[in-house]
């Protein structure tokens, strides 16, 4: 995901190379290319989201243990059960702090 002003305006996706529904990995060349098509759409690397497509918004045991950027928050998108939900997060050294989120009409 990147920034600009502190608002999130640009999603960049990228394939799960672990192609598994328990985790995830973004492939460094994937890393890479994501870092360059951020920058050089004017933004900062701000976060990184995934699904939990059965499960809560928030991190697994998996997630917090992999959460290797402190300087970035972690998006998780969850799809069910119920309606769609969106918790975003800071992990530091194995503690999670939710952060609040506000979604702005599409400018
Ligand atoms: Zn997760």
Redesign the pocket.
């Given at each position: 995901m990147g920034a600009s002003g502190g608002i999130v305006r640009g999603v960049f996706p990228a394939d799960n190379a672990r192609h598994s529904s328990a985790?995830?990995e973004i492939a460094a060349a994937d890393q890479i290319r994501l870092r360059k098509e951020i920058a050089d759409a004017g933004y900062t690397l701000w976060g990184i989201y995934?699904?939990?497509p059965g499960?809560v918004p928030w991190?697994?045991q998996?997630?917090i243990t992999q959460a290797y950027y402190r300087d970035l928050f972690y998006v998780?998108v969850s799809c069910g059960p119920g309606k769609p939900a969106v918790g975003v997060f800071r992990i530091v050294n194995g503690q999670v702090s939710a952060r609040p989120v506000r979604i702005l009409p599409e400018a």
């Open positions: 985790s995830y995934h699904s939990h499960g991190p697994s998996v997630d998780i």
